[in-house]
């Protein structure tokens, strides 16, 4: 079956712009993750959806940063303004189940975003 | 606040030497342990996990026990293979923290 995608996989935007990245989950699967991983780092986690709602936006470095999953599945990242220390590889990730069981979380290709 | 630690790379060995990746980590409560690992142009993937205490994961031929007297996740295998080399991650629960990964090579 389809695994979690991801897109665009590749994003060059100048500093100042606005970009949206979106991801798509397994169908079915309840849980949401947001990571941010810089070079040479693990993933960083921003943001957490329960179907649509964000129960955990404590890892948004910034109020540049916004995410959605208005209907329970596709989910966006939103940063505005774009700043050079914004540059990343940022990761979606969903699980079967909710938050507080411990399960796999399943993760796509990511997306590179690049800030000239 | 959890952290995770792990030893830093890269780790280069040989077909069929042993490998060991230490984890250590800090949370409050008991949270769940996992290793991911990632292959060269592909995505993060589940490795083992362990839930509780002295509960072993395995997989692949990877196990790694879950130690709570010393917070430690130690990743081992008997025998790494070439297409063992990647880059892998410790991690635990609640919000999912992960360590910096290590970067294994394995040559023929």
């Known amino acids: 079956g389809a695994g979690v995608s991801q897109s665009p996989r590749y994003k060059v935007a100048k500093r100042g712009q606005d970009v949206a990245l979106r991801c798509d989950p397994i169908?079915?699967?309840?849980?949401l993750f947001w990571y941010q991983q810089a070079l040479g780092q693990g993933p960083e986690f921003l943001t957490y959806?329960?179907?649509?709602?964000?129960?955990?936006k404590s890892g948004l470095p910034s109020d540049r940063f916004f995410a959605e999953r208005p209907e329970g599945s596709v989910s966006t990242l939103k940063i505005q303004r774009t700043q050079q220390e914004d540059s990343a590889v940022y990761l979606c990730?969903?699980?079967?189940?909710?938050?507080?069981?411990?399960?796999?979380?399943?993760f796509g290709p990511g997306t590179r975003l690049t800030v000239l | 606040g959890n952290s995770v630690t792990q030893m830093e790379g890269p780790v280069t060995l040989s077909e069929e030497a042993f490998l060991t990746i230490n984890c250590t980590y800090t949370?409050?409560?008991?949270?769940?342990l996992f290793w991911y690992v990632q292959y060269p142009g592909e995505g993060l993937q589940l490795l083992l996990k362990?839930?509780?205490?002295?509960d072993k994961g395995s997989n692949k031929g990877f196990e790694a026990t879950y130690r709570k007297e010393t917070t430690s996740f130690h990743l081992e295998k008997g025998s790494v293979q070439v297409s063992d080399s990647a880059v892998y991650f410790c991690?635990?629960?609640?919000?999912?923290?992960f360590g910096d990964g290590t970067t294994l090579t394995v040559k023929p």
């Open positions: 959806f329960q179907n649509e709602a964000q129960l955990d």
């Open positions: 991690a635990l629960s609640d919000r999912s923290t």
């Open positions: 362990a839930t509780k205490a002295d």
């Open positions: 169908s079915g699967h309840v849980s």
């Open positions: 990730a969903s699980s079967l189940a909710t938050s507080g069981v411990p399960n796999e979380q399943f």
């Open positions: 949370a409050t409560g008991y949270p769940s």
